[in-house]
């Protein structure tokens, strides 16, 4: 049986490629704006599920679609490569917004970053023992490693965005985590606090964040990164 061996690559080189390739501007053949048709796409989707979105303006939905696959990406990475490669991630993220003066998009990741941080608690309660063990292991494990990488020189927002991530594997693979950064695309997009999308709406837009998710999950896994 024969083994691909796994390309090795700097994380700067990759990032900076998935980004520019795949959210910023995508392409097809140079000419037609891949993302803009694909967002199209995704809302007519949307829209012929639930009418309350065709009012929304096709350029913010896109925007938000950029700023969530940003978060996906970080997310899927995490799962992959575990914290230390996540802060550089998140740190090289950072940089390369501000170097494309994309500072928005790194601020509005915020909403979804947080969500995703809830997601891997949601359910559990002080009142069950197990559920305790998992919280005070949660907290704890966020705590210690923020000083670890803090004392380190490691800037504190990246820190915590990459750390924000941790324990959320078993809410991504039960659909917990889609669904909470479902509502704060929701609430991103000028819908009200209350708004719940129709269930056809509901798991269409699950299932195109998933889709983001497997898309970034898929092009890590036969890559090494550097030292």
């Known amino acids: 049986m024969r ?22 501007s995508p392409m097809i053949g140079g000419i037609v704006d891949a993302g803009a048709v694909y967002n199209d796409t995704i809302k007519r989707s949307i829209v012929e599920a639930d009418h ?6 096709s350029q913010r939905f896109a925007a938000e679609v950029v700023i969530l696959r940003f978060e996906l990406f970080a997310l899927a990475w995490l799962h992959k490569f575990g914290d230390r490669l996540a802060v550089a991630q998140s740190t090289f993220t950072k940089h390369y917004l501000h170097g494309k003066k994309r500072d928005d998009i790194w601020n509005d990741s915020e909403s979804y970053n947080q969500a995703i941080a809830r997601s891997s608690t949601a359910g559990k309660t002080s009142k069950k023992a197990f559920d305790r063990v998992f919280l005070v292991t949660v907290y ?30 078993e809410a991504w693979k039960k659909g917990v985590t889609a669904g909470f950064l479902m509502f704060v695309l929701c609430d991103r ?16 837009l699950e299932v195109v964040i998933r889709g983001f998710y497997d898309g970034a999950r898929e092009s890590l896994e036969n890559i090494r990164i550097k030292n």
């Open 3 to 24: 083994f691909k061996k796994r390309q090795e690559v700097s994380l700067n080189d990759f990032c900076r490629n998935f980004y520019e390739k795949y959210i910023i």
């Open 52 to 57: 309350n979105f065709a009012n929304i303006d």
């Open 140 to 169: 704890n494990t966020r705590f210690d490693l923020f000083n670890q990488f803090y004392k380190e020189g490691h800037d504190s927002e990246c820190i915590a965005r990459a750390l924000n991530r941790l324990f959320t594997e």
């Open 189 to 204: 997009l000028g819908f009200e606090s209350n708004f719940e999308p129709d269930k056809e709406a509901k798991f269409r």
